[in-house]
């Protein structure tokens, strides 16, 4: 590049993987030597690099280019790709793109544009296989050969009738493996899986997964064909929709972008609202710690033992909101199945419980040996031990009891799971253990 | 079913789909009706059904069905699905499954069985799709119609030498699109993109995302072709993948099987282990707070703001560790970029602090008024509620800090970064937290 050795580069550009070259060109800082490497690209790979670079690269190259140069990129993309880099694009650019896109393609892309964000039809491209179920095997193979360079997937036909109406699926592999004379009619399978174009991307992955489908015709309200979900935009739509479960567990608002290119500002304001939130209610738990005032200053050092109590709880329960959580996500369980998943947990954390309060009894034990614990006349530490790791274990089970039923309850009311998680759960918990360690030590040490 | 009528529930069988069928039959209680519904299904759909099936049903299947059964469901079946369900039958059926399979069939899945659970190799299935590169278009559309039928994917046909190195791949479509006479070695792309047997499948999950590719060619350690892997099962890997991160990121060891099917004391040795690291940590929170005792008998009213500061201020650090891992893991930040990570979520930390810090001052000054707390003679709540919102500023900076760099560390150090998310970061948080607060609370009402 620095030796201006042009051939060279391109020789080497083009033995060179799309994905590769665009993760190469990301690190270009100055725009006119971005723009250079790009028009170095043969025309067909160039579309394709550009399909893979970033949309800060997209907008980059855009900037620096003629608008025939742009128009070959456009029409030689799949609709799909070009539509999501339109989306992502100043108005001005997205302007300059359907001017300069040929009409059919321009055509494609305002149809998908106007499907709402995280629709079927966002997701979808308008190239797909038809075939017609009276055409024989041959026919049908014919035809496959001349059309199949512009299309994305060829690894199922869809079968339409006059009306554009989706009426069957073949697979390319059945296609080739019947005679000639064999008509599609007789080897298409009329049950088809398919999304509707408003459907939620969610639900369409859902449906991806549940039925090991690689691609998922789309249609209309009327049950028109109008265009086809590939797998691989399943797999971005999998992975957006866990990053946003991921940060609604870590009590955020989930971001539209990557972390990277996301403000401060927005990133402060899907941050700030769950922690006002989550302070305003912890205020209660100090409000108990308030009540029992007294009996802190009796005996100070059950005060110590708050931190280890507070923490302990909040991470057994949401231990189990976690679990049962991704459960949900994964289809493993339903709210059908609440009363097996309580004992479950009840039984768990009678173990997980026991475990951690023999640990804490004797920690307390060999601390108050090593000097590090001071009583009071008249106070015992084993009696202070064992109300301590008492709290544990009934902690523990309260803890676990609400981290698998809220999401379960959550669920059923048709809330968001992964929002009553970790964080609320966490508030919950923090008062109701603080509530057991009052109540046995008031019991036990108070006489 | 319970009117007896087979051939009226056959028909029903016959017109739904395999996933929808398996899904009904995992709600069959009885075992012999199990069988009696596995029985009424043709033979290439119950192999296509078994398939769908979970493991607690497939084991009740085989236990009741003969050996000639059973062989001709694993002859059936692709040979990774078989070795799927192999793997997670008890020693007596997988003896069974081999003896009655037959000889290729055998082999197969022997070979698969071989290689380590989460590699490549017991990902792939071995078959696939080979064209030699000397062979006309014309020549390999007739071998594909022949072979086609007993193999998973035929998206791309791959191209080895006499030694079986892989030399090349073509996408059927390009086959299909290419007149009669063109060479394959005219139209195939010798730079492939594949995987080792033995490499790690998050790897190569890594892999299908950045290159957005459909299938990959499996090799040996002398690049001799052996297997491919298809998309579907990528999807269920980075669904595995994802599920450990939050089990780990929720302080848990991951769970090998689903949540229903791992038994309590698995969960519990899952959760406990990382439940008495954080308790035994956490006592050193705690005896932060017995080292300022003092001051929290003189000014009580400030052992009851020490849950919300905990609280708040562990929220705001797994807000940001849980942000900056799930960025590693997605590819859009790396260790380099550490400096501006920090940078970001500084300013980020002091707008959230900002506004946690005045919403809490109100908060205190007007439960204050409604008589909810009770000063001592000489105490100031004006002064209070500055100490608690002054240090919930700087905790909040000190726990983003802390929460975005640990992850970045630990993934530099080759460690988890989920593993070192939320809970360790909690711990760290707590102390530092409270350590801010003595440590403003000494200096400002202490005299």
Same mark, same amino acid.
């Given at each position: 590049?620095?030796?201006?050795?042009?051939?060279?580069?391109?020789?080497?550009?083009?033995?060179?993987?799309?994905?590769?070259?665009?993760?190469?060109?990301?690190?270009?800082?100055?725009?006119?030597?971005?723009?250079?490497?790009?028009?170095?690209?043969?025309?067909?790979?160039?579309?394709?690099?550009?399909?893979?670079?970033?949309?800060?690269?997209?907008?980059?190259?855009?900037?620096?280019?003629?608008?025939?140069? &742009?128009?070959?990129?456009?029409?030689?993309?799949?609709?799909?790709?070009?539509?999501?880099?339109?989306?992502?694009?100043?108005?001005?650019?997205?302007?300059?793109?359907?001017?300069?896109?040929?009409?059919?393609?321009?055509?494609?892309?305002?149809?998908?544009?106007?499907?709402?964000?995280?629709?079927?039809?966002?997701?979808?491209?308008?190239?797909?296989?038809?075939?017609?179920?009276?055409?024989?095997?041959?026919?049908?193979?014919?035809?496959?050969?001349?059309?199949?360079?512009?299309?994305?997937?060829?690894?199922?036909?869809?079968?339409?009738?006059?009306?554009?109406?989706?009426?069957?699926?073949?697979?390319?592999?059945?296609?080739?493996?019947?005679?000639?004379?064999?008509?599609?009619?007789?080897?298409?399978?009329?049950?088809?899986?398919?999304?509707?174009?408003?459907?939620?991307?969610?639900?369409?992955?859902?449906?991806?997964?549940?039925?090991?489908?690689?691609?998922?015709?789309?249609?209309?309200?009327?049950?028109?064909?109008?265009?086809?979900?590939?797998?691989?935009?399943?797999?971005?739509?999998?992975?957006?929709?866990?990053?946003?479960?991921?940060?609604?567990?870590?009590?955020?608002?989930?971001?539209?972008?990557?972390?990277?290119?996301?403000?401060?500002?927005?990133?402060?304001?899907?941050?700030?609202?769950?922690?006002?939130?989550?302070?305003?209610?912890?205020?209660?738990?100090?409000?108990?710690?308030?009540?029992?005032?007294?009996?802190?200053?009796?005996?100070?050092?059950?005060?110590?033992?708050?931190?280890? &109590?507070?923490?302990?709880?909040?991470?057994?329960?949401?231990?189990?909101?976690?679990?049962?959580?991704?459960?949900?996500?994964?289809?493993?369980?339903?709210?059908?199945?609440?009363?097996?998943?309580?004992?479950?947990?009840?039984?768990?954390?009678?173990?997980?419980?026991?475990?951690?309060?023999?640990?804490? #009894?004797?920690?307390?034990?060999?601390?108050?040996?090593?000097?590090?614990?001071?009583?009071?006349?008249?106070?015992?530490? #084993?009696?202070?031990?064992?109300?301590?790791?008492?709290?544990?274990?009934?902690?523990?089970?309260?803890?676990?009891?609400?981290?698998?039923?809220?999401?379960?309850?959550?669920?059923?009311?048709?809330?968001?799971?992964? &929002?009553?998680?970790?964080?609320?759960?966490?508030?919950?918990?923090?008062?109701?253990?603080?509530?057991?360690?009052?109540?046995?030590?008031?019991?036990?040490?108070?006489?």
């Amino acid at each position: 590049m620095e030796a201006r050795s042009f051939s060279e580069l391109r020789k080497v550009l083009t033995d060179m993987n799309p994905a590769d070259i665009a993760e190469q060109m990301a690190g270009i800082d100055d725009d006119k030597s971005l723009v250079i490497v790009f028009r170095l690209l043969p025309k067909e790979q160039a579309s394709e690099v550009f399909s893979y670079l970033e949309p800060t690269e997209q907008e980059r190259i855009v900037n620096g280019i003629s608008d025939r140069e &742009l128009a070959s990129i456009v029409n030689e993309m799949f609709v799909d790709d070009a539509v999501d880099f339109t989306e992502e694009m100043p108005a001005n650019i997205v302007k300059r793109v359907l001017q300069t896109a040929d009409p059919d393609t321009r055509k494609a892309i305002n149809q998908l544009l106007k499907y709402p964000d995280n629709s079927a039809g966002s997701l979808m491209t308008t190239e797909l296989l038809r075939l017609k179920s009276e055409w024989p095997v041959s026919a049908a193979l014919n035809y496959v050969r001349r059309s199949c360079m512009e299309l994305e997937s060829i690894t199922y036909a869809f079968v339409t009738d006059d009306q554009r109406h989706l009426s069957g699926v073949v697979s390319l592999k059945e296609v080739l493996g019947s005679d000639d004379d064999t008509l599609i009619s007789e080897i298409m399978d009329d049950d088809v899986i398919y999304a509707t174009t408003t459907e939620d991307q969610a639900d369409v992955a859902e449906r991806f997964k549940k039925y090991d489908v690689v691609s998922m015709p789309v249609v209309d309200g009327e049950m028109r064909l109008v265009g086809l979900i590939t797998i691989d935009d399943v797999v971005d739509v999998i992975e957006e929709e866990t990053t946003e479960d991921i940060y609604k567990m870590a009590a955020m608002a989930p971001i539209e972008d990557s972390y990277m290119s996301t403000s401060v500002f927005a990133l402060a304001r899907k941050r700030v609202v769950w922690l006002l939130v989550l302070m305003i209610s912890a205020t209660f738990t100090g409000l108990i710690i308030t009540k029992f005032e007294n009996m802190l200053t009796a005996v100070a050092i059950l005060t110590s033992f708050i931190p280890m &109590l507070m923490d302990t709880c909040g991470n057994a329960g949401s231990q189990a909101s976690v679990s049962v959580i991704r459960a949900l996500v994964l289809g493993e369980v339903k709210f059908g199945n609440i009363l097996r998943v309580i004992w479950k947990e009840f039984r768990v954390s009678i173990i997980v419980g026991l475990c951690v309060a023999v640990v804490n #009894f004797i920690r307390i034990i060999v601390f108050y040996y090593m000097g590090m614990y001071q009583l009071d006349a008249g106070q015992n530490i #084993f009696l202070i031990a064992g109300v301590v790791s008492m709290t544990l274990v009934l902690a523990v089970i309260c803890a676990k009891f609400v981290g698998c039923t809220l999401p379960l309850l959550a669920d059923k009311a048709k809330l968001d799971p992964a &929002l009553m998680a970790s964080p609320m759960i966490t508030t919950i918990v923090d008062a109701v253990s603080l509530l057991v360690y009052f109540g046995i030590a008031s019991l036990v040490l108070i006489r």
